[in-house]
């Protein structure tokens, strides 16, 4: 009798060891999926195949929502610096949001589409850049690279879109230039 005891302690005590075991990696499965699902989303936004970029924004602890915003303010602010937006520089605007996949009946789309309509305050550009001078230190000289790369690219074509007079001067217009150069001394080393 006291054999069988025994087997049923020890049964009992390995079921508990396998339950409290098959918990923690069902835990680490669940784990895995909500980071699968938080790449995911965040790819959707930087537009990247970087995944140490991607987790690096993951681990600093922002969201898809705050990156959006952080790639659509310039381009906002560049439409806007001439104080007027021309239609083709709304179109450049919207196609480069269409290309970080913002919908235009999305959050951020509509978002975008009231600063297309209402000029944004100055304090929503100076919240990005001071968004960006704290996240800034954090990244790598890569990804700062990447950032500021894809930023101004994104920024400089819309302030191309309006194009010059008759083609005898500039495509950008000295505000357009102004707001460009804000935009790179905010992402600079």
């Known amino acids: 009798m006291e054999r069988d005891t025994f087997n049923d302690a020890a049964r009992t005590l390995e079921d508990a060891f396998f339950a409290k075991e098959?918990?923690?990696?069902?835990?680490?499965?669940?784990?895995?999926?909500?980071?699968?699902?938080?790449?995911?989303?965040?790819?959707?936004?930087?537009?990247?195949?970087?995944?140490?970029l991607i987790d690096h924004l993951i681990a600093l602890g922002l969201?898809?929502?705050?990156?959006?915003?952080?790639q659509l303010v310039p381009l906002a602010a560049i439409a806007w610096a001439d104080g007027q937006i021309s239609p083709p520089e709304r179109d450049a605007v919207l196609k480069a949001a269409a290309a970080q996949g913002v919908a235009p009946d999305s959050v951020a789309g509509q978002m975008l589409g009231n600063w297309l309509e209402h000029r944004p305050n100055a304090e929503l550009v100076d919240a990005w850049k001071r968004q960006m001078r704290a996240l800034w230190p954090s990244l790598s000289p890569k990804e700062r690279d990447e950032i500021r790369g894809s930023a101004l690219e994104r920024a400089r074509s819309v302030a191309e879109a309006a194009g010059g007079f008759l083609g005898l001067t500039s495509k950008i217009s000295p505000q357009e230039k102004a707001v460009l150069d804000e935009l790179a001394k905010a992402l600079a080393d």
Do not use: W
């Open 22 to 52: 098959n918990a923690r990696l069902l835990q680490q499965l669940r784990d895995r999926a909500k980071q699968q699902e938080r790449r995911s989303a965040m790819r959707e936004v930087v537009r990247v195949d970087d995944d140490a």
């Open 63 to 70: 969201e898809p929502e705050t990156v959006l915003a952080l």
